[in-house]
Structure formats: structure tokens, C-alpha cells
């Protein structure tokens, strides 16, 4: 019961409206820019770019700064090495064995720096879905695209410091406490993620699967949370907002009267690229207060700018979603149940 409410309750508002503004303008901008120069279909590199102007949300805005240089850092390596396996045609096997090793090195990566949204979630994300397209120009054209849109989520997000101009410096000291977690804590977490992304690619390869990252991806998110419940709460929310999004996804890209891309048949990409900006303000609006709801926005995101730089038949391809996100999110949920503390760091951790 427990579980089913949490389906239907909004955390509490904390400046949601102004960091999703951040977010989406740190997206519209490089994405308008695409679109301007008639390539819609690099939209999935400025997006990940862009989606720098998650982290530090709510912080001060020199700290903001730090905690967004190291999101920068963590997603320009998803796309770097996304795109290096792109250009290299490797395998499916292969981008497991990368995207589970990189998932433990981004989970401890997060862990060390208390990102905020924590894990690599969006690190793999963006590794999975830049080694799944063909990259249509230079490999490091691609990433610089993505670089650029990372620069410019850092200048949006350290804009609101003009009003005020005052220098709020972090001390060292809390930058060394922030990063002080018990080092066996942190590497239990990480094998969690290997374990589960792995786990999670592995069943989607012998499946048969053209879209393994999904399922990796889907599990690395239940273990985002602080917890046990909100993590197994979490993967619940993962697969009931992905599979609304998928509804969404259908509306748009089948061939019927009223779907966007049927009244406007001469502007197809444009169309796309144009919802794909648009869905990411109320992405970021849920995704601290409920992730069921963003995801619900998140998932047209990810298909549509999937869609743009590698179209596919609509039909299988939102089947292969909605059953990677559910054997991902299960084994996420699985591994969150199955490995835990030893019993003597969980009763110290709650004494404390």
C-alpha cells in the first residue's frame, strides 16, 4: 500500500519552476541553434549537453558551479566514450562490459562528490544512447556539440549570481566532509550498479535485444535513492511514468489524423525536435517531487531524439522499450533487496 500511494503523492515544491526554467533553456537554446542549421538530428548530444543544469539545483551558486563542472565531467564522458563505440562498431557484449564498468566508476565518482541527482543514471543514459546511433559527423564534433551545450548549462545556472554578486565560497573543509562517506559504503554501492546494469544487459543481449542500454539504464535508477523503500518505490515509478511516456510516444509517431507529425507532414524532424525541447521543462518541474511524472515527459525525450538520429519503425521500437525498462527496473529493484550492508555497518549507520 505503501508503494501504490507513493504512485500518486508530490513531494514538496522547492524552487522546481526556476531550476526546470534552467534546464530547459539550457536545452532550447543549442537545440534551436540545431534546428537553425538544419541538423536536428545532432539534437542528442546538445541534450545531454544540457542536462548539466540538473545538478546543484537548489545550491548556492558557487557550489552549484563545482557540483555542475562534475555532472559536465560525468555526462561528456558518457557521450566521449557513447560515440567512440558508435564510430567503432562494437558490439553488444562489448557496450555491457563497458557501460557496467563505467556505471560502478560513475557511481563512485557521485558518491565521492555528493552529486545531486546522485549515481551515474545519466552518465549510462547518455553513453547507451550515443553508442546505439550512427554519428552522422566527427566523432569529437559530436562531443564538442555536447560541450558546448554543457557550457552554456553553466552559464545559465551561475546567471542568478549577478543579482546579488556575492562570493558565498565553499570551504575545503566541507568539500572533504562531503566526500568522507566510509569507502566500503561506496564501493558496496558501486558493485550494485555493476551487478545490476550488467545483469540487466546481459538478459538483454541473449534476449535478443537491439536496445540493451535501456535495460541497463532502467536498472541503475532504483539505485539513486537514499534507501531501500524509496529506491524499491523508485523502480516502480521507472516503469508506470515509462510506460505513460510510451502512450505519448505512440500518439506522436503512429500514423493517424491528429498526430502531430500527420498535420504537419512537411516538418516531421522539426516537429520532433521542437517536443523533445519542449518535454524537458516539465521533466525537471517532477523530477525532484515525483520521478513517475518525469518520467512520463522523459521517456518522449529520450524516443523522439532517438527517433531524430536513427529512425526506426515506431511500433517495435516502443515495445523494446516498455519490456527493457521492466527487465531493467526488476533487476534494479532485485540487486537494491539483495545487496546490502553487512549487518554491523547497517545497525552502526542507524545508530548514527
Not at 563545482?66 to 562494437?90: D, K, M, P, R
Request: aromatic share 8%.
Amino acid at each position: 500500500m505503501a508503494h501504490a500511494r507513493a504512485l500518486h503523492t508530490l513531494g514538496p515544491a522547492n524552487k522546481d519552476r526556476i531550476s526546470a526554467l534552467r534546464v530547459g533553456i539550457s536545452v532550447a537554446v543549442p537545440g534551436v541553434a540545431l534546428l537553425v542549421l538544419g541538423r536536428p538530428e545532432l539534437l542528442i548530444y546538445a541534450v545531454f549537453g544540457g542536462l548539466t543544469g540538473m545538478y546543484g539545483r537548489t545550491e548556492p551558486h558557487q557550489l552549484r558551479l563545482l557540483h555542475q563542472l562534475q555532472g559536465a565531467l560525468l555526462l561528456l564522458g558518457g557521450v566521449s566514450v557513447g560515440v567512440t563505440l558508435s564510430v567503432n562498431h562494437i558490439g553488444s557484449w562489448g557496450l555491457v562490459a563497458v557501460e557496467a564498468l563505467l556505471a560502478g566508476v560513475g557511481s563512485w565518482f557521485s558518491d565521492r562528490v555528493r552529486l545531486k541527482p546522485g549515481g551515474p543514471f545519466f552518465g549510462i543514459l547518455a553513453l547507451g544512447a550515443c553508442a546505439s546511433v550512427p554519428v552522422a559527423i566527427p566523432a569529437y564534433q559530436a562531443v564538442l556539440i555536447a560541450a558546448a551545450s554543457a557550457a552554456f548549462s553553466l552559464l545559465v545556472g551561475f546567471a542568478g549570481w549577478l543579482r546579488s554578486r556575492r562570493w558565498r565560497s565553499v570551504p575545503l573543509w566541507k568539500l572533504r566532509a562531503a566526500a568522507s562517506r566510509r569507502r566500503a559504503d561506496i564501493l558496496i554501492h558501486a558493485s550494485r550498479y555493476v551487478i545490476a546494469v550488467g545483469a540487466a544487459g546481459a538478459i538483454g543481449v541473449l534476449s535478443g535485444s537491439v536496445h540493451p542500454h535501456w535495460a541497463m539504464a532502467a536498472a541503475a535508477v532504483p539505485l539513486a535513492a537514499p534507501d531501500t523503500v524509496t529506491r524499491v518505490h523508485r523502480g516502480i515509478h521507472r516503469i508506470v511514468g515509462t510506460f505513460l511516456g510510451l502512450a505519448i510516444v505512440a500518439v506522436v509517431l503512429f500514423p493517424w489524423p491528429l498526430s502531430p507529425l500527420q498535420l504537419v507532414p512537411d516538418h516531421t524532424t522539426t516537429v520532433l525536435a521542437l517536443m523533445v525541447i519542449a518535454f524537458q521543462f516539465p521533466t525537471e518541474l517532477f523530477m525532484a517531487r515525483h520521478y513517475g511524472w518525469a518520467m512520463v515527459f522523459f521517456t518522449p525525450v529520450i524516443l523522439l531524439m532517438t527517433q531524430l538520429a536513427a529512425p526506426a519503425q515506431p511500433g517495435p521500437l516502443i515495445v523494446d522499450r516498455a519490456v527493457e525498462t521492466f527487465v531493467g527496473a526488476g533487476i534494479g529493484i532485485l540487486v537494491v533487496v539483495a545487496v546490502r550492508l553487512p549487518a554491523r555497518q547497517f545497525f552502526s549507520a542507524r545508530r548514527r
